[in-house]
């Protein structure tokens, strides 16, 4: 199956500073990535659908200057957290959705704002 | 807007059990369903995909099966191992966006 690495696996970084979160797919062709947050003991909750080499989707209520998304090939997409507060501390998953045979998630990122 | 409800939130079994998980959507016009288990502080590992035209999926001691008129879709754990302690989420693909929705998951744990 597809597989999608995601980097770091965890950073903690001062209030203030901006966080890239890397997510590579592998081995398929990703026209469409997803970044998604979940906080402890809850369910994971869309936050983009990243586009490759077109602007990003956001859902209602993410900020889109506070999390900005790169998408430019197939096989990459960023997701930096700008300006990171403590509020921001979270656990960031990517995922790539493999056509008609469902989706990948990487293994997750947890960031930490102090 | 496609909601998705897992019942129970956690589960407490003894070893060698078998346990079925629930998971109830709202709008039955979905592409498929992902069932995925979660381990404490990783991601998310891909264990059934069912299409909307199955009514079940099986790999090893997993089972799962769709009925898409009712909005309810199961996942069987046959012959439980605490290994299978996870957390197991529920993810409905549907929208013209063609969005995963995701339950709340249920917590299990098996107990040695």
């Known amino acids: 199956g597809a597989v999608v690495s995601q980097h770091p696996s965890w950073v903690i970084c001062k209030s203030g500073t901006s966080v890239k979160i890397e997510c590579r797919s592998l081995?398929?062709?990703?026209?469409?990535m997803f970044w998604y947050r979940q906080f402890p003991k809850q369910s994971l909750m869309l936050m983009a659908t990243s586009n490759e080499g077109s602007k990003a989707t956001y859902e209602q209520g993410v900020e889109k200057d506070k999390f900005l998304i790169n998408h430019a090939s197939l096989t990459l997409s960023t997701l930096t957290v700008t300006s990171a507060h403590p509020e921001d501390s979270s656990f960031y998953i990517c995922s790539v959705a493999l056509g008609g045979r469902g989706y990948t998630f990487g293994s997750g990122t947890r960031l930490t704002v102090v | 807007k496609q909601e998705v409800t897992q019942i129970p939130a956690a589960l407490s079994v003894p070893e060698g059990e078998n346990l079925v998980l629930n998971c109830s959507f709202t709008?039955?016009?979905?592409?498929?369903l992902q069932w995925f288990r979660q381990d404490p502080g990783k991601g998310l590992t891909s264990l059934l995909l069912?299409?909307?035209?199955?009514r079940e999926q099986t790999s090893g001691r997993l089972n799962a099966s769709l009925d898409k008129s009712s909005g309810r879709s199961t996942l069987y754990i046959a012959a439980s191992q605490p290994g299978d302690s996870a957390t197991y989420l529920c993810?409905?693909?549907?929208?013209?966006?063609?969005?995963?929705?995701f339950g709340s998951g249920t917590q299990l744990t098996v107990l040695p």
């Open positions: 069912i299409q909307s035209s199955q």
């Open positions: 709008d039955s016009a979905i592409y498929n």
């Open positions: 993810a409905v693909n549907s929208g013209s966006a063609r969005q995963l929705t």
């Open positions: 081995d398929f062709q990703a026209t469409t």
